[in-house]
């Protein structure tokens, strides 16, 4: 089955910064990668996706790059707030519909 | 629309007890979902289900069973509980566009 891994595992960086979180997978048959946050006691919530017949993907701060040669997919967060402040979970399936793999989730904190 | 919506919130059960987690959808979504996410391990599909009237494993099924009877709700059960089931079970439906969680139900066995 598939596998995603991600890194790193917790991120800090100084408000204003950008953040950079990494996720690779395994099945070459994955071709959804969708990205969600999750803030403390909440549920995770989608924010930006790609699919793999793309290969970046951008929402004003928020952009996604996809390299299907080498499975891996990146999350970018520019002008960092304190409100990116949250748990970032990737994730991976063979469809928007289908069962996701996800990774193990990157804390993000963003400092005054 | 309430989007996908959970029941109860909280929970507490001792060893051995056995409870049902319902999961209701308005969004007309074919695919449910039941996943459960404990610290440092992200999320890990339990069960999921196809349309009404299908269930298939996930990840992680062992000591679960779910039900499809109609297409909007998605029920987790819990036969005789562990104190390895206590978890945050969130449940979600996906379409095209995305797949979206409802709002957790957190389960302590003791």
């Known amino acids: 089955g598939e596998n995603v891994e991600q890194h790193p595992s917790t991120l800090s960086v100084q408000e204003g910064d950008s953040a950079v979180i990494k996720c690779t997978y395994s099945d070459s048959a994955s071709n959804y990668f969708p990205w969600y946050k999750q803030e403390l006691g909440k549920r995770p919530q989608l924010i930006i996706d790609?699919?793999?017949?793309?290969g970046e993907k951008k929402d004003q701060r928020i952009a996604v790059t996809l390299n299907k040669t080498a499975k891996h997919f990146s999350l970018h967060i520019t002008e960092t707030q304190p409100e990116d402040s949250a748990v970032y979970f990737c994730a991976a399936s063979t469809g928007t519909a289908s069962k996701l793999t996800f990774g193990t989730g990157t804390r993000l904190q963003v400092t005054l | 629309n309430a989007g996908v919506t959970q029941t109860p919130k909280f929970r507490v059960l001792k060893t051995g007890q056995s409870m049902t987690l319902l999961c209701a959808q308005d969004?007309?979504?074919?695919?449910m979902y039941w996943y459960r996410q404990d610290p440092g391990m992200g999320l890990r599909l339990i069960h999921y289900s196809v349309g009404e009237g299908t269930t298939a494993k996930g990840e992680v099924p062992d000591g679960y069973n779910v039900s499809r009877l109609k297409k909007q709700n998605f029920l987790l059960g819990l036969e005789s509980a562990a104190p390895s089931q206590t978890s945050v079970y969130f449940c979600a439906s996906s379409d095209r566009a995305g797949q979206f969680f409802g709002p957790g139900t957190r389960l302590t066995v003791l």
């Open positions: 790609i699919r793999s017949n793309v």
């Open positions: 969004m007309n979504h074919e695919y």
